[in-house]
């Protein structure tokens, strides 16, 4: 069984269904356990009650040096310090051989079991941002993401874990300072620093906004796939990040710096906003949905907003897109569904 752990409040909950969900799809033994840091984020999943979820309150797992320095940080900030804790309290609670850290943003798009297959006799697994070249913070930010990481319950792989603990409690924070950068800086020497972590290699787990624009893409029988150079590897994961709902079904795919080729929007955001959208069509705990922007429809004159939108229509309906492009402002989409 492939055991996995994720923080969020109520504000994520959306994203951690959607990660749930690929995981029932593409894993077919896991146990996925979410420390909830809200009561209703905890209430939410304690009265749904569902296969293969395990939901750990806030105050169940925060111990003597997590409270007293949670004053000291943003909410953000005390995410990112409780980060190895609640990887810790889920091996040591629940005996587990090893444990994989994910970002609730993530989502599966086939087994990453090649992923632990790849970690071998190493006891920690850590993942590359691998940056394209005009988006690379590596110097600010760090060279490896904490996104997707595996600790084994080994005396080296809990040594490895328990001195990033000491390290984020000591130090968190979300600023560049004296090399330090959150929980993420950290990462950058263990390859020297410790000889039981490995640093993937397998391009289909951790493509992000960030790197999407270092390799090719292959569609194959709605598998999707990477390519560089000569090599190709099936597209495990990608991470979410900075992917925002707004109302009228606004939804920002990531931060606009970023730019996405039309393959990865096309197949891999629509994939995902599929699955959100249906949660959200769901539910009614999504209270967090936000306003519009206001600088959204700066710029676009309302009579080639209307002539667009038109256009537009009559081009997804003649091709029965089940969800289609409306417009678009820097990575600024609106989606309909269409019946």
Same mark, same amino acid.
């Given at each position: ?26 894993? /077919? ?27 750990? /309150? ?21 995410? &990112? ?8 309290? *889920? ?71 328990? &001195? &990033? ?42 493509? *992000?906004? &960030? ?40 939804? /920002? ?37 936000? /306003? ?48």
């Amino acid at each position: 069984m492939l055991n996995f752990c994720t923080l969020f409040n109520s504000n994520y909950l959306v994203y951690g269904l959607s990660l749930y969900e690929s995981l029932i799809k593409t894993t /077919k033994s896991f146990h996925l356990y979410i420390y909830a840091f809200d009561d209703q984020c905890y209430e939410y999943f304690r009265v749904k009650s569902l296969p293969c979820i395990t939901i750990i /309150k806030l105050e169940d797992f925060e111990d003597e040096a997590l409270l007293n320095i949670k004053s000291t940080r943003s909410f953000g900030e005390y995410c &990112w310090t409780c980060t190895p804790s609640v990887i810790k309290h *889920a091996i040591k609670t629940f005996n587990l051989d090893k444990c994989t850290y994910v970002d609730a943003d993530l989502y599966f798009f086939s087994s990453p079991q090649p992923l632990f297959d790849e970690l071998g006799e190493k006891s920690v697994l850590i993942t590359e941002h691998r940056y394209y070249p005009r988006f690379d913070q590596s110097v600010e930010s760090g060279k490896y993401c904490v996104q997707f990481m595996v600790f084994k319950n080994t005396k080296s792989g809990m040594e490895v874990l328990e &001195w &990033w603990r000491n390290a984020c409690i000591d130090w968190c924070y979300n600023k560049f300072e004296d090399g330090k950068f959150g929980d993420q800086k950290y990462l950058d020497d263990w390859l020297d620093r410790f000889d039981t972590v490995h640093s993937l290699k397998h391009l289909g787990g951790g493509l *992000a906004p &960030w790197n999407v624009q270092n390799y090719n893409y292959e569609v194959i029988e709605d598998k999707i796939f990477i390519v560089e150079n000569a090599n190709k590897f099936e597209l495990i994961f990608y991470h979410y990040h900075d992917l925002k709902f707004f109302q009228s079904n606004i939804v /920002k795919l990531t931060n606009e710096i970023y730019i996405l080729p039309k393959l990865v929007v096309d197949h891999i955001y629509k994939s995902y906003l599929k699955i959100a959208f249906t949660i959200l069509q769901q539910e009614d705990k999504f209270t967090f949905i936000s /306003k519009i922007p206001p600088n959204y429809f700066n710029k676009v004159s309302f009579l080639s907003l209307l002539t667009r939108l038109r256009l537009q229509y009559i081009i997804d309906v003649v091709k029965l897109r089940q969800f289609y492009r409306l417009f678009s402002k820097g990575n600024y989409y609106s989606f309909t569904k269409f019946k």
